[in-house]
């Protein structure tokens, strides 16, 4: 299958500080990439959906200033945490899918936040 | 999408078949049923996907109800490696939205 990989695997930060998590397809390109966080014992909740080329789609809740989101090529999409404050630490996952895929997505391992 | 119920968590034993069930009763014609799993710490893996009929492939099989209201996923001979959580998710597959809405899933623990 497909291949996403997401880097840092794991980041310890400074509230205040802003952290960059990227997202890529290795051996396909990503018209479309989902970002996913989750908190201990507990499912996926989606953040938001980011198209190449335009502006990320937030879910309800999220903040767009917050948390930006860029996806400058069909490999690549990053999420930025700004100003991290410590109920911002979790696991967040991204997914890509082809614009050819019907059945599945393909998922990153997932970058560990923690905010001190 | 169609709401799903599983079961909170199930425990079997290595080498034995795994059964997990999963309720969609609310489920329309044209929505599949996919599963993923996810051991802990990791991202999401797909495990397998149908619509009305039973499908396998290498990792497990899906077992579909005539009237598609439930489903099993079934791992035929477990391991330790298989204890993840697992999800059922109902969904259209095509279409603009296709980000995966998760459920709370069912924590299978395989047991030595």
């Known amino acids: 299958g497909a291949v996403v990989s997401q880097h840092p695997s794991w980041v310890i930060c400074k509230s205040g500080t802003s952290v960059k998590i990227e997202c890529r397809s290795l051996d396909f390109q990503a018209t479309t990439m989902f970002w996913y966080r989750q908190f201990p014992k507990q499912s996926l909740m989606l953040m938001a959906t980011s198209n190449e080329g335009s502006k990320a789609t937030y879910e309800q809740g999220v903040e767009k200033d917050k948390f930006l989101i860029n996806h400058a090529s069909l490999t690549l999409s990053t999420l930025t945490v700004t100003s991290a404050h410590p109920e911002d630490s979790s696991f967040y996952i991204c997914?890509?899918?082809?614009?050819?895929?019907?059945?599945?997505?393909?998922f990153g391992p997932g970058t560990r936040l923690t905010v001190l | 999408d169609a709401k799903t119920t599983q079961p909170p968590s199930m425990d079997c034993a290595e080498g034995r078949a795994a059964n997990l069930p999963c309720n969609h009763s609310t489920i329309s014609g044209n929505e599949y049923v996919y599963w993923y799993r996810q051991i802990h710490s990791q991202g999401p893996q797909y495990i397998i996907h149908g619509l009305k009929n039973n499908e396998t492939n290498e990792m497990a099989s899906l077992i579909i109800t005539e009237d598609r209201k439930s489903s099993t996923l079934i791992l035929p001979h477990a391991t330790l490696r298989d204890t993840a959580v697992y999800y059922c998710i109902v969904r259209v597959p095509s279409g603009s939205a296709r980000q995966l809405t998760f459920g709370s899933g069912t924590q299978l623990t395989v047991l030595p």
């Open positions: 997914s890509a899918i082809t614009s050819s895929s019907y059945n599945e997505q393909f």
